[in-house]
């Protein structure tokens, strides 16, 4: 390949880390002009925040999630040789007609017990693939995007709710990280995409209260102390579909549920997309935050190092 192509392609990618670093609290950036279409989104902002109240009795719900039909062998495949072979996790968990990998959580619970005091998330690139392909991340935590790909990614963060970019995070080697920390800041539904590579995919629920759970392997989950009443719970494994169903919990009580997944409409499943301009194009990092508190500050200093470093790659 041309040396001025491999050049540009280096200069173009490093322009992007330095406008994804150049801000105060984390690596966000601003969707300018090519928005995706909104869709429907299975998380909506809630009426009133979420409230930590003292937990006298509380009860619990434990189940299930289940799939009656073609469970797909895999779920990202790149044809880019680079890549290498996925790795072996990159299909859909399963136990028989139990699946595994599917967030569940309550919709409608609006106070109950602590959050856990760490709030530290993890998306990794393997193999041009995305992992986990689902997961919930809390408001107001961090999210480490890493990879471990000697490869070019450009990892993109769309609000399902609105089509906007919420964040950018651009990688050259394996290794790198890009900690999103001060992000997601509001109950959403996130989707994420690699520009370079577009069969990558993964899926945020972004929640701000503690009632949710991952089904394990076998399709088990468990969400404990919860306060009596009346709730909505919802599974989601974004390859399948969606479970809905109503639950009255009672103090001291385990209640046992069997949740099916319905495939989702194709607006969803399949979107339509915008047609970029180039990876990156038509995004720009927001104005750093007045006032910003030390742990955005510290964020910031670790991503600029980490830009410099990338930057030093890309022009070797």
């Known amino acids: 390949m041309p040396r001025w192509i491999i050049d540009g392609r280096a200069l173009m990618l490093a322009t992007l880390v ?4 150049q801000r105060g609290d984390s690596a966000p950036t601003r969707d ?5 279409p909104p869709r429907p989104s299975l998380i909506t902002a ?9 937990l006298s009795s509380a009860g619990s719900i434990a189940g299930t999630v ?11 495949v790149s044809n880019d040789p680079s890549c290498g072979r996925p790795p072996t996790n990159s299909g859909v968990a399963h136990s028989g007609t139990h699946i595994g990998g599917a967030v569940v959580w309550l919709t409608d619970i609006r106070e109950g017990k602590t959050l856990p005091q760490v709030r530290r998330f993890e998306l990794t690139n393997d193999h041009c693939t995305l992992d986990p392909h689902a997961q919930v991340v ?15 990614h450009l990892d993109r963060f769309i609000n399902v709710a609105t089509g906007r970019t919420v964040a950018l995070a651009p990688f050259n080697d394996e290794g790198e990280v890009v900690p999103l920390d001060h992000t997601f800041t509001e109950p959403a539904e996130i989707e994420v995409i690699c520009d370079l590579h577009p069969t990558a995919q993964a899926w945020l629920a972004v929640l701000d209260h503690p009632y949710y759970a ?7 989950f468990t969400i404990d102390g919860i306060p009596p009443g009346k709730y909505h719970l919802r599974a989601w494994h974004p390859a399948l579909g969606v479970a809905n169903d ?3 919990v009672v103090a001291g009580q385990p209640v046992n549920l069997s949740l099916r997944l319905i495939p989702e409409a194709a607006a969803r499943a399949a ?24 742990a955005a500050a510290d964020s910031a200093r670790q991503d600029s190092a980490a830009a410099d470093t990338t930057r030093g790659a890309l022009l070797r």
């Open 18 to 21: 330095i406008v994804a670093c």
């Open 32 to 36: 300018t002009a090519q928005a995706d």
């Open 46 to 54: 809630p009426s009133r925040a979420y409230k930590v109240v003292p």
């Open 66 to 76: 289940d799939f009656n039909g073609t469970i797909p062998a895999s779920l990202q």
């Open 138 to 152: 809390l408001t107001n935590g961090a999210l480490n995007v890493t990879s471990e790909d000697r490869v070019q």
């Open 214 to 220: 991952t089904t394990s392997a076998s399709g088990a």
């Open 246 to 248: 109503s639950v009255a």
């Open 271 to 294: 979107p339509i997309r915008v047609p970029r301009t180039g990876p990156g194009g038509g995004f720009v990092a927001p104005k750093p935050s007045a006032g910003a508190d030390s």
